[in-house]
């Protein structure tokens, strides 16, 4: 581990040798080009749907699980994520399905993609190109064509948003536009406070990411917003900080984990606690948090509380998933490693191809 100081632009650049810092405080404006790409989407789908599923895996998928979040307490039909290679028996001409794979040769999303076409679903693929594209083009089925040149999880916006705008477009939700704009403003805002021009003192990325240095992550979210984005930031210091890293939501881990932290405290001292807090987590979950909090003091090393800003439930998703990007990215930075290769994937796919 390198440790290097946070505040040192030059050896920050250094160390992100594939630009990884400049797409992510690009989001903002990523996010607006996803929302205009999906308006200008042609597509004639009928709006009787009876449920959607969203196919896609890892970079991609969690732009599902992100939508699935945000439209939980709205959306009066079904919605799966499907992350494998078969999709469930219900599946038919009454679901619209997205197929999300930022290559375009996700095996699995094409697999899934096949399937659907089969039984009748309207499909709309959300892609840079690659053999969805093509089969896309084959049927003359709709594409919401996405800029190429990005890791798939620094495409968040591309990968999610059109989800939102197409199914309000069709009517199946209601209108987004005024928690677009305010999740907008508050990325603009993050960008600017979580910047590597911001001194280390007053950047909460960067004292974060100096708190997780030498220790594992372990990501505690609850129902709603945050659950979502804990799921992000595990992945996140997977992938950009290269440390292994867990996650749980409350109530659930409640009756299992919230045990798991009696024994192995030599291990367990090398944890750091992330709990990602919402303004609108209920009552019950807040006493939950507290209690547990009570409970496990002392068998891990460290804890931090991480709150969500905005009203929108769209608005304190992004705010906290925004912070994650910048967190593990400056964590990447203290351990020393280039947050853009994924080798271990890269060799797992290649290897898959030659079975």
């Given at each position: 581990?390198?440790?290097?100081?946070?505040?040192?632009?030059?050896?920050?650049?250094?160390?992100?040798?594939?630009?990884?810092?400049?797409?992510?405080?690009?989001?903002?404006?990523?996010?607006?080009?996803?929302?205009?790409?999906a308006c200008g989407l042609s597509f004639d789908i009928?709006?009787?749907?009876?449920?959607?599923?969203?196919?896609?895996?890892?970079?991609?998928?969690?732009?599902?699980?992100?939508?699935?979040?945000?439209?939980?307490?709205?959306?009066?039909?079904?919605?799966?994520?499907?992350?494998?290679?078969?999709?469930?028996?219900?599946?038919?001409?009454?679901?619209?399905?997205?197929?999300?794979?930022?290559?375009?040769?996700?095996?699995?999303?094409?697999?899934?993609?096949?399937?659907?076409?089969?039984?009748?679903?309207?499909?709309?693929?959300?892609?840079?190109?690659?053999?969805?594209?093509?089969?896309?083009?084959?049927?003359?089925?709709?594409?919401?064509?996405?800029?190429?040149?990005?890791?798939?999880?620094?495409?968040?916006?591309?990968?999610?948003?059109?989800?939102?705008?197409?199914?309000?477009?069709?009517?199946?939700?209601?209108?987004?536009?005024?928690?677009?704009?305010?999740?907008?403003?508050?990325?603009?805002?993050?960008?600017?406070?979580?910047?590597?021009?911001?001194?280390?003192?007053?950047?909460?990325?960067?004292?974060?990411?100096?708190?997780?240095?030498?220790?594992?992550?372990?990501?505690?979210?609850?129902?709603?917003?945050?659950?979502?984005?804990?799921?992000?930031?595990?992945?996140?210091?997977?992938?950009?900080?290269?440390?292994p890293a867990f996650w749980n939501v409350f109530p659930?881990?409640?009756?299992?984990?919230?045990?798991?932290?009696?024994?192995?405290?030599?291990?367990?001292?090398?944890?750091?606690?992330l709990l990602l807090r919402d303004a609108e987590e209920?009552?019950?979950?807040?006493?939950?948090?507290?209690?547990?909090?009570?409970?496990?003091?002392?068998?891990?090393?460290?804890?931090?509380?991480?709150?969500?800003?905005?009203?929108?439930?769209?608005?304190?998703?992004?705010?906290?998933?925004?912070?994650?990007?910048?967190?593990?990215?400056?964590?990447?930075?203290?351990?020393?490693?280039?947050?853009?290769?994924?080798?271990?994937?890269?060799?797992?796919?290649?290897?898959?191809?030659?079975?």
């Open positions: 581990m390198n440790a290097i100081d946070l505040d040192d632009l030059k050896a920050i650049k250094k160390i992100d040798e594939d630009g990884m810092l400049k797409t992510i405080e690009d989001f903002p404006l990523q996010c607006r080009e996803a929302v205009d790409l009928p709006s009787d749907m009876r449920s959607v599923v969203v196919l896609g895996m890892g970079g991609s998928g969690i732009g599902g699980d992100i939508a699935k979040v945000l439209l939980e307490d709205e959306l009066r039909i079904p919605f799966l994520v499907n992350k494998g290679y078969l999709l469930p028996r219900f599946v038919d001409d009454k679901t619209l399905c997205f197929a999300v794979s930022y290559s375009g040769n996700t095996e699995e999303t094409l697999s899934g993609f096949d399937q659907a076409v089969e039984r009748g679903c309207p499909v709309i693929s959300i892609t840079t190109g690659g053999l969805l594209e093509n089969k896309a083009e084959e049927r003359s089925l709709p594409i919401v064509k996405i800029p190429k040149g990005l890791q798939p999880r620094a495409a968040l916006g591309y990968l999610s948003l059109p989800i939102l705008v197409v199914l309000e477009r069709m009517a199946l939700i209601g209108d987004k536009g005024q928690g677009i704009q305010e999740t907008l403003a508050i990325l603009d805002e993050r960008a600017k406070n979580f910047s590597p021009h911001k001194p280390l003192n007053q950047n909460e990325a960067k004292i974060l990411a100096t708190r997780l240095c030498g220790k594992v992550p372990v990501i505690y979210g609850s129902d709603g917003p945050t659950s979502v984005a804990a799921l992000r930031w595990k992945c996140q210091f997977n992938e950009n900080s290269k440390v659930e881990l409640n009756h299992n984990e919230t045990v798991g932290w009696e024994l192995l405290g030599d291990i367990t001292d090398h944890f750091l606690l209920s009552e019950r979950v807040k006493k939950r948090v507290e209690i547990t909090r009570s409970l496990i003091e002392g068998r891990f090393g460290g804890a931090s509380e991480v709150w969500s800003g905005g009203k929108s439930r769209l608005a304190r998703t992004f705010s906290l998933i925004y912070l994650g990007d910048f967190v593990s990215f400056y964590l990447a930075a203290l351990n020393g490693v280039n947050p853009s290769p994924v080798e271990r994937i890269s060799v797992l796919k290649r290897r898959l191809s030659e079975e």
